[in-house]
Structure formats: C-alpha cells, structure tokens
C-alpha cells in the first residue's frame, strides 16, 4: 500500500546534515504543518 | 525550491524539510548547494520514497521537454551542469501534512520539472490543527492502515 492524503505520517528519523536525526513527530509536538520537500537532482 | 525558501515566511511557521537520498557523509555539500535555510536530511535507503509510491522515471519522463527547458536555462543563465553518480531517474515529491499528522496532500509530478509552484503548495497548507485531504476517497477507512507502513521505513533508533 502507498500512504496517500488522509493517512497518517508514520513515525520515523533521518540523520541531518549537522549530524542530528531528524523526526517526523516533532512538527506535531510543536503544533505546526510539515513540508516534505522529496528532492530528485533536478532541483 | 529556492522559490520555498525565499517565501518561507508566508509557510505560518510550518516546518519545511527536503528530503534527499544522498549520503548522509554528502550532505553538508548538499546543503550548501540548495542554499536552503531549512533542515535537509537523508533518506538514503528512499524508503520514504517508496512509502509514498514515488518511483523512478522511465526514460521519457527523466528526459521531458520540460526537464530539457530547464537544463538550457540553467545554462543560459550561467550555470554548469555537474555530473552526479546519483540516481537521475529518481523522481520527487512534495508532500503536506497536517500538524496533528495527517497526509494532507500528495504532490507527485509526472516528470522532474513539473514541481508545484509556492502558490499551489500555500494553497494545499491546511489551517491550524485541520485535518484536510485531497480528495474524500483519500480519507483513512482502514486505522490499520497506517501503521502497516511503518514497517518499510526506519524505525527510531536503528540508524
């Protein structure tokens, strides 16, 4: 199944570019949209 | 992209975050090449990609006339193509999500150029705390659903 509009975002972490993971939660605890910008190399 | 960035304002403190599938080790390169203020991370694996059905062009839609536009533009304006031992066939996306979590929108360009413009993803921005889908037939009918995607992609604490 591909996850789609209406679904939940699934809890995950990617590592940074400083290093630090980055959570897919933390806009929720802050209360705020998330933009998922998926980069491809013609950006 | 830069277009995102340059009107970051306008996103009401919404967290913005580009996702690439470079290593993680390439990165601060990577950052420094978008010349991005907001957090780029690494989905090297592109589980997240896959998760959301975001595949590999095939060869006509890599090599679109609008992808050929934007390589002669990027050269008229001055620009040098580099090459990359990347992954050019992978596609991207832009994606929206609610604060409280939900999928809001699921921008999936059919080529490498057709990348919604600011206006259309502010468009998509769903107000504090609202839960907006797309379309009614996206809504979530199955609570299991979501969970049964956790499973391709990282979990905490594992990397």
Same mark, same amino acid.
């Given at each position: ?11 995950? =972490?990617?590592? %940074?570019? #400083? *290093? =630090?993971?980055? %959570?897919? #939660? *933390? ?17 | ?159």
């Amino acid at each position: 199944m591909t996850l789609q509009a209406g679904d939940a975002l699934p809890l995950f =972490e990617l590592p %940074g570019a #400083d *290093g =630090e993971q980055w %959570g897919s #939660d *933390g806009h929720r605890k802050r209360n705020v949209a998330l933009v998922l910008i998926l980069h491809r190399h013609l950006a | 992209m830069l277009a995102v960035s340059e009107r970051h304002a306008e996103f009401a403190g919404a967290e913005i975050v580009v996702v690439t599938f470079t290593d993680p080790e390439r990165l601060g390169a990577y950052v420094e090449h978008l010349g991005v203020q907001f957090p780029v991370v690494s989905d090297v694996d592109r589980e997240l990609y896959r998760a959301l059905g975001i595949e590999r062009g095939g060869f006509r839609q890599v090599w679109s006339l609008g992808t050929l536009k934007k390589y002669a533009a990027l050269l008229l304006a001055g620009q040098r193509l580099q090459r990359t031992n990347e992954d050019i066939r992978q596609l991207g996306a832009d994606v929206i999500v609610s604060a409280d979590g939900t999928i809001a929108k699921v921008f999936q360009p059919a080529s490498p150029d057709a990348r919604p413009g600011v206006d259309e993803l502010l468009a998509a921005m769903p107000a504090s705390g609202e839960r907006r889908p797309d379309r009614e037939s996206d809504r979530l009918s199955d609570p299991g659903r979501s969970a049964a995607m956790l499973r391709p992609l990282r979990r905490r604490g594992t990397r």
